[in-house]
């Protein structure tokens, strides 16, 4: 593939990858598959260390716009980014080592059980109930944070989508709140794998750059339509991305 090309074809995914991402989470797993396939001659660290330079950026901007409006529960937060941070840097140091197929097979079964189940709720994430921030929930949000931080440090794509759920089901937050959350986590996630990847070289700056700005952009458009349209429009995105999480997973999975 033309190099140009390839970086139009890159900058075009980036942008959609950022615009589902900042809404929902989950744009990982259209701008890797994207990179995989236009750089074939990297290895798997470079790929996942320039797209990591993207996504943060990205990520960055989302998490500022939403901090604007969107009333954060730090007592909940900051415990849980601080487990998220150590377990994705352990989870990017250990990329060569644990197994992403197994990985992929667990979360492939975890995202269709998450949408069977907002299926079933349908009025799950579209009000606030507001749970109180004691002990149990502060424990759980280390738990889940370490959890999907290794996730996200080891192979990353769908870990938004997976704690948008986690915010949503077991804190009682709305999808527009949740969404908010989960960029903060992520932002931690993907500045933990950063401080693996860059000193060992594993990061194209001049493709990072040029996605990094279409991820900003697709980014802002995100925060846009998820603050104009609310949980409701969140949930709808929500379920029609695991469907399509479910289904590009599932051909990678069963094809090979």
């Not at 097979?105 to 299926?119: D, N, S």
Request: proline share 2%.
């Amino acid at each position: 593939m033309d190099y140009e090309f390839a970086l139009i074809v890159l900058g075009f995914f980036a942008f959609c990858g950022g615009l589902i991402d900042a809404a929902v989470g989950g744009g990982g797993l259209v701008q890797l598959p994207a990179l995989l396939h236009a750089l074939p001659q990297q290895s798997l660290a470079t790929i996942f260390g320039t797209n990591k330079v993207a996504v943060l950026a990205g990520n960055l901007s989302s998490v500022f716009s939403y901090l604007k409006r969107i009333k954060i529960i730090w007592r909940l937060m900051l415990p849980t980014m601080a487990s998220a941070f150590i377990c994705a840097f352990l989870g990017a140091a250990s990329v060569s080592v644990v197994s992403k197929k197994i990985m992929e097979f667990v979360v492939f079964f975890i995202l269709i059980a998450m949408t069977a189940y907002i299926f079933k709720e349908k009025n799950l994430g579209l009000v606030n109930t507001g749970k109180h921030c004691r002990t149990r929930e502060i424990l759980l949000g280390v738990l889940f944070g370490g959890l999907v931080g290794f996730y996200d440090g080891v192979f990353g794509p769908g870990s938004g989508s997976l704690l948008l759920f986690i915010f949503v089901k077991y804190f009682g937050f709305d999808f527009l709140n949740a969404s908010a959350s989960a960029k903060l986590v992520n932002l931690v996630t993907f500045t933990a794998a950063l401080v693996f990847f860059v000193p060992s070289g594993n990061v194209l700056w001049a493709v990072g750059g040029v996605i990094a700005l279409c991820n900003i952009a697709g980014s802002l458009t995100g925060v846009f339509l998820a603050l104009r349209y609310g949980s409701g429009f969140i949930r709808k995105f929500f379920l029609v991305l695991l469907l399509f999480l479910i289904g590009r997973m599932g051909l990678n999975l069963f094809q090979n």
